[in-house]
């Protein structure tokens, strides 16, 4: 594929399919009864633009799936469904948690099967799971929590920061694919970007953050248990969606929209890139003794 070919799928595609398809809703929202006005185009976007740079990269994913790519695709695809019907309707609070707790043990089993079965004792397995499972709980409520209080763009940035954090440390870390997936995913948070504007706007949070959680947990288990991503790294690019948290800080709190929104961006830039910066000195001895002569 030439480099032409890898930048329009890896960019110019995904942000294309997300800004349609969440314009299109919000077209069509406000022509419908309801108060959602296309609220749905969010998961429907980035789950669409997702799939699409995933299929001109590596080809549309087989069903079943035979790796992990392959399968974080189709659960991108689920998480943009349950995204769908958590925007257009509205269910108990109750029954909406226990889907995605399904959601999420459905997502640890699948991509983390080969490590139960013959990686891991009985009581690693548990721990990891149970672990696993209520950091990826923890995490679509972070999500969810900041699209809802940073409307529009305030959501967007700092997650496609950390989307190419993760691009760049999976590359970093012997993970090209999966690094080249997770830029696929902040292509199409650009292409969201491009649709909602540079202004506060509407909240993204019902839909938006099912898929980005999807793509970003689903890659960053594979390129930490299957790739050589450093164990620093991955916990930094955990902890990176939850520093915008730092304008709740008393003083910050009372200054202007910009202001908050530049101390977010420095905060998950200095996260992330912390991040990169332990994956390139870990990947520095593999580099050299590949390079050597």
């Not at 699209?147 to 763009?153: D, I, V």
Request: cysteine-free; hydrophobic content about 55%.
């Amino acid at each position: 594929m030439t480099i032409f070919l890898t930048l329009a799928w890896n960019l110019l595609v995904p942000s294309a399919v997300s800004a349609a398809s969440i314009a299109l809703a919000r077209r069509v929202g406000r022509s419908l009864p309801g108060g959602n006005r296309g609220r749905w185009g969010v998961s429907a976007g980035l789950a669409l633009g997702y799939l699409a740079g995933h299929a001109g990269l590596l080809g549309m994913p087989g069903f079943p799936a035979v790796g992990a790519k392959e399968w974080v695709a189709w659960l991108a695809l689920g998480a943009g469904a349950i995204g769908l019907i958590e925007a257009t309707w509205t269910p108990p609070r109750w029954s909406t948690w226990a889907v995605r707790g399904l959601f999420v043990a459905g997502l640890l089993g699948i991509l983390l099967r080969s490590k139960v079965e013959r990686g891991w004792t009985g009581a690693e397995a548990a721990g990891w799971l149970a672990g696993l499972w209520l950091a990826g709980m923890a995490s679509w409520w972070n999500l969810e929590a900041q699209a809802e209080r940073l409307t529009g763009p305030g959501w967007v940035v700092p997650v496609g920061l950390v989307a190419a954090g993760w691009g760049v440390v999976q590359a970093l870390s012997g993970g090209a694919s999966f690094g080249q997936l997770d830029g696929v995913l902040a292509a199409a948070l650009l292409g969201a970007l491009a649709a909602v504007g540079l202004r506060p706007g509407p909240s993204l949070s019902k839909g938006g953050p099912a898929v980005v959680l999807t793509v970003l947990a689903g890659l960053g288990l594979a390129g930490y248990f299957y790739s050589e991503v450093p164990a620093s790294s991955s916990v930094l690019l955990a902890l990176a969606p939850w520093t915008p948290w730092v304008d709740r800080i008393g003083f910050l709190r009372r200054r202007s929209y910009w202001t908050r929104a530049s101390v977010r961006f420095l905060a998950v830039i200095v996260t992330a890139g912390a991040a990169v910066f332990l994956a390139e000195v870990a990947a520095s001895p593999r580099l050299e003794v590949i390079n050597a002569p």
